[in-house]
């Protein structure tokens, strides 16, 4: 079983930056190739959308909507999945989800969530 962790997100001013992390609780699922994680982001009344993807081979692939502000990446020494998030936008608020998966990044079948953490934007 595989557990994850997000932070604490927060209320912030538009323009600023965030970071979100999320641990994993099984120690060797960052060490497995094969393997993927990702962050996705839910607003209120809409569906959840896929936000970034990244492999035990440190490709990812990014939502239009997040490319070039947000930037995934990972530090299996530490077991644990980034997210940041630069230049918030008003529309960037929403409910943020981790997720993990077994498959390569175009056959991930995201398996495991976190409980999510809210992310909330002002303008």
């Known amino acids: 079983q595989v557990q994850l962790v997000e932070s604490v997100g927060g209320s912030v001013q538009a323009g600023v930056s965030l970071r979100l992390s999320c641990r994993v609780s099984?120690?060797?699922?960052m060490r497995w190739s094969r393997r993927c994680m990702g962050w996705f982001r839910q607003t209120l009344g809409k569906e959840r959308e896929e936000g970034e993807v990244i492999d035990s081979d440190d490709r990812s692939r990014y939502a239009d909507s997040m490319k070039g502000r947000f930037t995934i990446y990972q530090d299996t020494a530490k077991n644990t999945l980034y997210l940041q998030m630069n230049s918030l936008k008003p529309e960037d608020t929403a409910m943020y989800y981790c997720?993990?998966?077994?498959?390569?990044?175009?056959?991930?079948?995201?398996?495991?969530w976190g409980q999510g953490t809210q992310v909330t934007v002002s303008s």
């Open positions: 997720a993990a998966g077994w498959g390569t990044i175009a056959t991930v079948d995201f398996s495991y």
């Open positions: 099984r120690y060797s699922y």
